[in-house]
Nanobody, 124 residues
Framework: QVQVEESGGGSVQAGTSLRLSCTVSRRTASNNGIGWFRQAPGKEREFVAG????????GSADSVKGRFTISRDNARNTVYLQMNSLKPEDTAVYYC?????????????????WGQGTQVTVSS
């Protein structure tokens, strides 16, 4: 069983930064793509950013391009989401998920293991 745990959320002012961390319990997860998703109240869960197992291929949603950066440290079994220039519309619960493959997908159905989520609240 793979356990996924997010951390680093909080309440911040618009224009500031946060770094989320996703720690995966099993070393074998370093062979899998990782994705970050978010869900705001009353909205569907949406893809934010993803990274392949080596970290050489990444992608992000248009809404966060140029502001959010995903990276991974396989030695620490950890994936990071650096979020800069935060906006109130970034407010959501952020989830980390382990892909079924060695690359990431924008589809939540392609992820097998999910964390419990971490709340990010951005005030104007």
């Amino acid at each position: 069983q793979v356990q996924v745990e997010e951390s680093g959320g909080g309440s911040v002012q618009a224009g500031t930064s946060l770094r989320l961390s996703c720690t995966v319990s099993r070393r074998t997860a370093s062979n899998n793509g990782i994705g970050w998703f978010r869900q705001a109240p009353g909205k569907e869960r949406e893809f934010v950013a993803g990274i392949d197992w080596r970290g050489g291929n990444t992608g992000s949603a248009d809404s966060v391009k140029g502001r959010f950066t995903i990276s991974r440290d396989n030695a620490r079994n950890t994936v990071y989401l650096q979020m800069n220039s935060l906006k109130p519309e970034d407010t959501a619960v952020y989830y980390c998920a382990v892909s079924l493959r060695n690359t990431y997908s924008t589809l939540s159905s392609q992820y097998r293991y999910w964390g419990q989520g971490t709340q990010v609240t951005v005030s104007s």
